[in-house]
Every structure is written in structure tokens, then in C-alpha cells.
């Protein structure tokens, strides 16, 4: 008898093949940097684990393009950059004031303030090197709106100006809107550069860029709604951060606004709104759509 063929597409086996992939290209990736102090400290956050999924993102994204991810690898090493650079920043004891990430004390708890600070500088400077010349083969005008997608998901328009907007609203009553805008720009930003900059280096139509920016839209905002779920009802062991953060900082959360149950359906709906764009593209783009429901299962 001829042995079962089946033809669904195995998401461990993807996930775990290309977080290999992305820590080899992590690990390759900051080359010897001088003072070796600073090597040092941005070696210690960015390669700390991590579930790589803005990396892991960029890469489906350029192969349902019908790209080669081994060329959108540089920037997915850069998207993992900035990411990481963000999270020290927002640990430092001006912002979030937090001693353990990824299962580990922060980088100003090893390195001082200072250090890390500047570690973070080294690793958002060290992203658009990245795309900007360590990216072969890939043609200069796509590596041009990537570098553009890179600077708007970063700066005031994205992380910088939802970070800003967060601070500003914690302890204050927050609706819906601001805390929507807030987990639009802090989170949802970037992940939608991982997405679009991936398609663009595959050389993507306008219409699956219009696609992919709605499916990123509605990852994005998914991701931290769980991300506000788990941080009350996962444990500092699992998630590999403070847990219960955001009650002790008096942040206004979806929990908060509209109840645990309510939250999880909200991110549910969103996670299948964003993959209904992209059912014309059917098996391709199977990894994106196991990504957006991963997001929704994750449990760290
Ligand atoms: C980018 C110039 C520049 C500055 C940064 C500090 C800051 C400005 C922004 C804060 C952004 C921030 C920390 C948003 C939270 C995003 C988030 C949900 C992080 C957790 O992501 P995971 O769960 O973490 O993917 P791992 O560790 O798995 O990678």
C-alpha cells in the first residue's frame, strides 16, 4: 500500500528551521565591532533567545513574494536589531524600569545605564548598515524603501512616538483609540516593516503590499493585545520578563478596558481578518498564516 502523502504544512518544523536560521545569521552578524565593551553588550541582549518572530516574519513575507529569503536575510537581521534595541531602551529605569528579559537580567543590570544605552544606539545604527550595505544582490532602490519603511517604523511615526504616548498615558484613564494608536505604533509598526520590507526585496505588486499591510495591520495590534493578555495571566518563568508589569505601572490595557475574554476574542477576530486578505495567495502563503495564528496561541 502506498504510504499517506500529507501535504499540510508543518509550522514547528518551519518555525524551528528558520529560528535556526535566524540565530546563525544573528549570531554572524555584528562582526568585530570595536570597543569590544560595546560588542559585548549588544551581543548580550540580541542574541539572549527571543521567539525571532520579526526576523522569522520578513522572511515568509519575501517568499510569498516569490523572493529569495536568503536575500531579505540582512534585513531580517536588521528588523531583530532595532526589536532588540527597543526592548533595552524600554527597560532602562527612564522608561519601563524592568531587571529581567528573556529570561535574563536586563542590559543596564549588567552593563550600566550607560552602556546600554549606547548599545541600543549601536544596534538601531547598525540595522540600516545592515540593509543599507550588507544587503548583496538585492537592487538599490528596493534596499532605498526599505531603509524608508525601517526609518518611519522606528522613529516619531512609529515605536519612538507610540513609546512617548504610552509613558504620557500611564496612570491616566486611557479609551480605546489612544490605547489602539499606542499598540499601533509601539508594536504594530515594526512588525509591519518586517512584513512590507520583506516583500518589497522580493520586488512584491502593489496589490500584495496592499494586502500584506492589512494583514500586518491586524497581526500587529493582535500581538499586543495578547501581549496585555499574558501579562496578567502568564508567570515571569514563562515569559521570561517582569509579569504583571502593566498593573503595577498603572498602564491601561485591553484586559483592563474590556475583560480578559473579550481581548482574546478581539485578537482572534483580528488574527482571521488578517489572514482573509491573503487567501488569494492559498499555499504560498502558508508560513504568514500559521505566524498570525501563532500569535494568538503563544503562550510567552
Ligand atoms: C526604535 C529608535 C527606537 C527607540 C525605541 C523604547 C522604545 C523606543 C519603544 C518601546 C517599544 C516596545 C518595547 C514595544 C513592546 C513590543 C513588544 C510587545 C515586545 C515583546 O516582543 P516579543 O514578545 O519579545 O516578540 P521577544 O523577546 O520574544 O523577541
Request: charged share 25%; hydrophobic share 45%.
Amino acid at each position: 500500500m502506498t504510504p499517506a502523502v500529507s501535504t499540510a504544512f508543518d509550522f514547528t518544523a518551519y518555525l524551528e528551521a528558520a529560528r535556526w536560521r535566524v540565530e546563525t545569521a544573528l549570531d554572524g552578524s555584528l562582526g568585530p565591532e570595536r570597543p569590544e565593551s560595546l560588542r559585548e553588550a549588544m551581543r548580550y541582549s540580541l542574541l539572549a533567545g527571543g521567539k525571532r518572530l520579526r526576523p522569522i516574519l520578513t522572511l515568509a513575507a519575501c517568499e510569498l513574494a516569490g523572493g529569495d529569503a536568503d536575500l531579505a536575510m540582512p534585513t531580517a537581521v536588521a528588523m531583530e536589531m532595532i526589536h532588540t534595541m527597543s526592548l533595552i531602551h524600554d527597560d532602562l529605569p527612564a522608561m519601563d524600569n524592568d531587571d529581567l528579559r528573556r529570561g535574563r537580567p536586563t542590559n543596564h543590570k549588567v552593563y550600566g545605564e550607560a552602556k546600554a544605552i549606547l548599545a541600543g544606539d549601536a544596534l538601531l545604527t547598525r540595522a540600516f548598515e545592515m540593509v543599507a550595505l550588507r544587503s548583496p544582490g538585492v537592487p538599490p532602490d528596493r534596499l532605498l524603501q526599505v531603509v524608508g519603511e525601517l526609518a518611519l517604523a522606528s522613529g516619531a511615526p512609529g515605536l519612538v512616538g507610540g513609546q512617548v504616548v504610552d509613558l504620557e498615558c500611564e496612570a491616566r484613564q486611557v479609551d480605546l483609540d489612544t490605547l489602539e494608536y499606542i499598540h499601533l505604533h509601539k508594536t504594530g509598526a515594526l512588525l509591519r516593516a518586517c512584513v512590507i520590507s520583506g516583500a518589497l526585496i522580493a520586488g512584491a505588486s502593489e496589490e500584495l503590499l496592499a494586502s500584506l499591510r492589512t494583514y500586518a495591520r491586524g497581526i500587529g495590534l493582535a500581538f499586543q493585545i495578547i501581549d496585555d493578555i499574558l501579562d496578567v495571566t502568564a508567570s515571569s518563568d514563562v515569559l521570561g520578563k517582569t509579569a504583571g508589569k502593566d498593573l503595577t505601572a498603572d498602564k491601561t490595557t485591553y484586559p483592563k478596558l474590556l475583560g480578559l475574554e473579550e481581548s482574546r476574542r478581539r485578537a482572534e477576530a483580528l488574527v482571521c481578518e488578517a489572514k482573509a486578505v491573503l487567501a488569494p495567495w492559498t499555499t504560498k502563503a502558508a508560513p504568514l498564516l500559521a505566524l498570525a495564528d501563532y500569535i494568538t496561541s503563544r503562550d510567552r
